[in-house]
């Protein structure tokens, strides 16, 4: 079975322009969550979306939102790129909203974005 | 707010010898608690888990047992080998069981 997807794998963008990084979950999957992973930290967390509604919002500016899909795809945009946004843009998927035993986060290999 | 303060790395050690990373946590409430390891250019695997004190997490060989007295999730293993390198991230889940608060890894390097 395919496991998280996320495209592009790697892209360079300049200050001021737009990026779209998109999600595809483990099928079944009806949640999706965004991380964003700056060089030597861990994971922040930016989204979570179930059912094609935003459950959950990290500390991140209104310069970055997302949907999600009746397909339960995901699509992550920023705006008005900024240096600091180059990071490794991790994407996860779960059975449904909230954690549980059995009910965990898998992750894509993310998509790293590098902004000049 | 919710918190993890790992171990800094890097972390080196022989083939077979035995191995600790400390993870401590600030949260409210009764969180989860993760331990997810990152290989060079891959995203994060699970790698063990516990729900509630005192369960303890176990995997490929390493353990971690879920401490609300000293707040602490410390991951072990009795003998690491080299394709254990990689990086650590000690994790728990918010209140609301919707988001990972992530520590800040700690890089293991085995050397044979």
């Known amino acids: 079975d395919a496991g998280v997807t996320q495209s592009p794998t790697h892209l360079i963008k300049t200050r001021g322009q737009h990026v779209t990084l998109r999600c595809s979950p483990i099928?079944?999957?009806?949640?999706v969550s965004w991380y964003q992973q700056v060089l030597g930290q861990g994971p922040q967390f930016i989204f979570q979306?179930?059912?094609?509604?935003?459950?959950g919002r990290g500390n991140f500016p209104d310069r970055f939102s997302a949907r999600q899909f009746p397909n339960y795809s995901s699509e992550l945009n920023v705006n008005a790129l900024l240096l600091g946004d180059s990071a490794l843009y991790l994407c996860?998927?779960?059975?449904?909203?909230?954690?549980?035993?059995?009910?965990?986060?898998?992750f894509g290999a993310g998509s790293r974005l590098t902004v000049l | 707010g919710n918190s993890v303060t790992q171990m800094e790395g890097p972390v080196t050690l022989s083939e077979e010898a035995f191995l600790t990373i400390n993870c401590t946590y600030t949260?409210?409430?009764?969180?989860?608690l993760f331990w997810y390891v990152q290989y060079p250019g891959e995203g994060l695997q699970l790698l063990l888990k516990?729900?509630?004190?005192?369960d303890k997490g176990s995997n490929k060989g390493f353990e971690a047992t879920y401490r609300k007295e000293t707040t602490s999730f410390h991951l072990e293993k009795g003998s690491v080998q080299v394709s254990d390198s990689a990086v650590y991230f000690c994790?728990?889940?918010?209140?609301?069981?919707?988001?990972?608060?992530f520590g800040s890894g700690t890089r293991l390097q085995v050397q044979p």
């Open positions: 949260a409210t409430g009764y969180p989860s």
């Open positions: 099928s079944g999957h009806k949640s």
């Open positions: 994790a728990l889940s918010d209140t609301g069981r919707r988001a990972l608060t």
């Open positions: 979306y179930y059912e094609k509604e935003e459950r």
């Open positions: 996860a998927s779960s059975l449904t909203g909230v954690f549980s035993g059995a009910n965990v986060l898998t």
């Open positions: 516990a729900t509630k004190a005192d």
